[in-house]
């Protein structure tokens, strides 16, 4: 059974910073390229970073570029989003995500690339 399990999450002022952290479990995690969306109430869910299996690709949203750094650690089975900085619109539900992938240095993006999804962890950041 494949698992994402999220963490990290919580509440912080304006300018702090977070560390979220995504366990893996039930698949052979070298092999999938990772991610991470966040969905706040009444918007789409949107991609805030990805990685590559070989995290020699990384992508960032506009939005966080230069603030947030997603790395991995696969022989942990985990990915990591280091989040600073923090704004109040950064508050969202954030998710992790795997994707099968047999291209070692490609990142991907798009929500429909996706396999599987964690149950989402909540980052509230206040003014």
């Known amino acids: 059974q494949v698992q994402l399990v999220e963490s990290g999450g919580g509440l912080v002022q304006a300018g702090g910073s977070l560390r979220l952290s995504c366990a893996a479990s039930?698949?052979?995690?070298?092999?999938?390229?990772m991610a991470w969306f966040r969905q706040s109430p009444g918007k789409e869910r949107e991609s805030v970073a990805a990685?590559?299996?070989?995290?020699?690709?990384?992508y960032y949203a506009d939005s966080v570029k230069g603030r947030f750094t997603i790395s991995r650690d696969n022989a942990k089975g985990t990915v990591y989003l280091q989040m600073n900085s923090l704004k109040p619109e950064d508050t969202a539900v954030y998710y992790c995500?795997?994707?099968?992938?047999?291209?070692?240095?490609?990142?991907?993006?798009?929500?429909?690339?996706?396999?599987?999804w964690g149950q989402g962890t909540q980052v509230t950041v206040s003014s």
């Open positions: 039930g698949i052979a995690f070298s092999l999938y390229a």
């Open positions: 995500a795997a994707h099968r992938t047999y291209n070692s240095g490609n990142y991907y993006f798009s929500r429909d690339d996706y396999d599987y």
């Open positions: 990685i590559s299996r070989s995290s020699g690709s990384t």
